[in-house]
């Protein structure tokens, strides 16, 4: 008799778990996804405008990319050693600019140019630290970042080459990237 619950347990069971793998192996769908995309957090109407769209391209980064005639890095070209790659194109990378990405992706990387044979950090930056920058003061850093945000509104390049010290920042859904510039170096008159 005792037998009888064991067996009345054990078959439906059993059938439950066969009928599932049958499901699992001959559909495409995915249930482990399906669950963790309805369990995301969803934007609300006031979350619009908080978050800035990662492939949205400002116009003055337009104009600026226009102004030196640079075309995107190509697929083929993704993550490509910086030092092999042509003059006048840009892509995306974090501190290391070892390489470039076509894409920025979701990583709030900085755009990267690369004209007249240097290597550009491109970015938006307050305008104290601009002025920095621009007066040659020595010791300082520029807090930078991919996309316009509050007191950090103005449009800058710099060239990799001047920037001793580059580290990645976490900042809300993004990254900050904190420039150390020792001493710009004195051009050939």
Known sequence: MKRWYLYLLTVPLGLVILAYLIVRWNSPIYFADIWSRDNQAKNTQSDVGKMPDVNAVPKDVLKLRQAHQLRPLTEREDGTKIQDLPNGIYGFSM???????????????????????????????????????????????????????????????????????????????????????????????
Do not use: M, W
């Open 95 to 189: 501190c290391s600019v070892v390489s470039l990405s076509a894409k920025r992706g979701n990583t709030f990387s900085l755009e990267i140019q690369k004209h007249d044979g240097i290597v550009y950090y491109v970015g938006y930056a307050s305008d104290e630290d601009i002025e920095k920058y621009l007066t040659r003061q020595k010791n300082f850093h520029i807090l930078t970042s991919p996309h316009s945000r509050e007191r950090a509104s103005s449009l800058f390049e710099i060239p990799v080459e001047f920037v001793s010290k580059c580290e990645e920042r976490p900042f809300k859904d993004g990254y900050l990237f904190d420039l150390f510039v020792t001493a710009i170096p004195e051009l050939p008159t």
